[in-house]
């Protein structure tokens, strides 16, 4: 069973989520090719590793509104309730808006 973000907001489970959702995506990426959405997920997430993880970049709310529609893909495409990829989805986007003030673990 997955434990969402929000009951263990720290860098070193965020990480692991996000590598998580990674995974899963290069997976289904290649049972399917053809969805364009996954693509699109895949790039997101790969960017988030790099730019909020590895980089430390800091972005302000409407920033990570325009840069990234994650969130709105895993609400509007997945079953968010019942589906731990979309919950992974979701938490991928709505920790990168504070990131940088979590604890390490």
């Known amino acids: 069973m997955y434990t969402r973000l929000n009951n263990n907001r720290t860098k070193e489970y965020y990480r692991e989520i996000l ?11 290649k049972m399917s090719p053809q ?30 509104y325009e840069k990234y529609s994650l969130g709105a893909i895993a609400a509007k495409n997945f079953d968010l309730e019942h589906d731990e990829y979309a919950q992974k989805l979701s938490d991928s986007f709505g920790g990168i808006f504070d990131y940088d003030k979590m604890p390490e673990k």
Do not use: D, R
Request: charged share 20%.
């Open 19 to 29: 590598n998580q959702a990674i995974s899963k995506t290069e997976e289904l990426l």
């Open 35 to 64: 969805i364009q959405i996954y693509h699109s997920i895949y790039s997101q997430l790969v960017n988030i590793l790099e730019e909020v993880v590895k980089n430390n970049v800091v972005f302000s709310e409407k920033e990570l």
